[in-house]
């Protein structure tokens, strides 16, 4: 059974703070992605990877970094945290060997105080 | 650049009526189109997808949608809905121009009422 992990399901954490979401996915995957989910804007595409070490900026980078140092892990840094970061995180993950489908982790939702 | 509209933020339906849940998308090149759904306090989970193959797209628990090229539709339906289908969802697309990035809709949150 396939399996997408994230290291907090709940997360509080203050303005300035340094804040890494990890995920890990089992599948072997080359691509990796983190999305931010907010009401009324369905997902939006923060950063995704497709390789160890390589990453590609989505549609809202800003205020976030990601490293991808093994094949199975893909963090997701904000440098700084700010109140507009309060949200639901989630990563995903994709093989380009065919199946075109993305397998969702159970999301983080960070409050940012 | 492709693009994704669902209509209708919210939509309710009684138990045991149908479920229509309306998608429309934009593509230069033929996509891949998907329904994800999104129970409470979990992440997305495939419902079905689209990948030029049959127009009429079975998925799991009673969806289904088809794929009109001539509308760029690609509705979700389930003839009788369940009070265990109230969740979010999200119709999405990926391919062509936009490789293997997908485009997510806004979703539409699905109540059942007893």
């Known amino acids: 059974d396939v399996k997408v992990t994230q290291s907090s399901r709940y997360l509080v954490k203050r303005t300035g703070e340094k804040v890494f979401l990890e995920c890990v996915q089992d599948?072997?995957?080359?691509?990796m992605f983190w999305y931010r989910q907010d009401p009324g804007l369905g997902l939006r595409l923060i950063y995704f990877?497709?390789?160890?070490?390589?990453?590609e900026k989505g549609d809202i980078p800003e205020g976030y970094s990601v490293s991808r140092e093994k094949k199975e892990r893909f963090s997701l840094i904000l440098e700084s945290a700010s109140t507009n970061q309060t949200s639901m995180y989630l990563c995903?993950?994709?093989?380009?060997?065919?199946?075109?489908?993305?397998?969702f982790g159970p999301g983080t939702r960070l409050l940012v105080l | 650049a492709q693009s994704v509209t669902q209509l209708g933020s919210h939509v309710s339906v009684s138990e045991g009526a149908l479920v229509l849940l309306r998608c429309n998308y934009s593509?230069?090149?033929?996509?891949?189109l998907f329904w994800y759904v999104q129970y409470p306090n979990q992440g997305l989970q495939l419902l079905l997808k689209?990948?030029?193959?049959?127009?009429l797209v079975k998925g799991i628990n009673g969806f289904e949608a088809e794929f009109k090229k001539s509308e760029t539709s690609f509705h979700l339906t389930k003839p009788s809905a369940h009070m265990s289908d109230a969740a979010e969802y999200f119709c999405?697309?990926?391919?062509?121009?936009?490789?293997?990035?997908?485009?997510f809709g806004a979703g539409t949150r699905l109540f059942v009422k007893a």
């Open positions: 593509s230069s090149v033929p996509p891949y």
């Open positions: 599948m072997d995957h080359e691509n």
């Open positions: 689209y990948t030029s193959a049959a127009t």
């Open positions: 995903a993950s994709l093989t380009t060997r065919g199946q075109e489908t993305q397998y």
């Open positions: 999405a697309v990926s391919g062509g121009t936009g490789g293997f990035k997908t485009i």
């Open positions: 990877s497709y390789d160890v070490k390589m990453k």
